[in-house]
């Protein structure tokens, strides 16, 4: 059974800083794309960063967070991870990891979602 399960959310002031992470179970974790999601009450869920085993040309951010946050995988933790500086109240959402096969579109899998709030 596969689960990814996010930890880090919380509530943070302007120009704070979170880290969340996704751990991964019961899949092969070298053979899916790890990304970052999030959404907000209204809007449609919004791809954040998509993380590959191997990255030769670097990596995509949307931008609306691109120079903010990072993204990391460690790969001996099956783990990704969602560095956030310069948090805006903006970036108040539910964030979502998602990881999805390279070999089949039917195996996409979601993680229960952290809750972020940026206020002062």
């Known amino acids: 059974q596969v689960r990814l399960v996010e930890s880090g959310g919380g509530l943070v002031k302007p120009g704070g800083s979170l880290r969340l992470s996704c751990t991964a179970s019961g899949l092969t974790f070298s053979n899916y794309a790890m990304s970052w999601y999030r959404q907000s009450p209204g809007k449609e869920r919004e791809l954040l960063v998509a993380?590959?085993?191997?990255?030769?040309?670097?990596?995509n951010y949307a931008d609306s967070v691109k120079g903010r946050f990072t993204v990391f995988r460690v790969s001996a933790e099956n783990t990704i991870y969602l560095q956030m500086n310069s948090l805006k109240p903006e970036d108040t959402a539910v964030y979502f990891c998602?990881?999805?096969?390279?070999?089949?579109?039917?195996?996409?899998?979601w993680g229960q979602g952290t809750q972020v709030t940026v206020s002062a």
């Open positions: 998602n990881a999805r096969s390279f070999y089949s579109a039917a195996l996409d899998y």
């Open positions: 993380s590959f085993p191997r990255t030769s040309g670097g990596t």
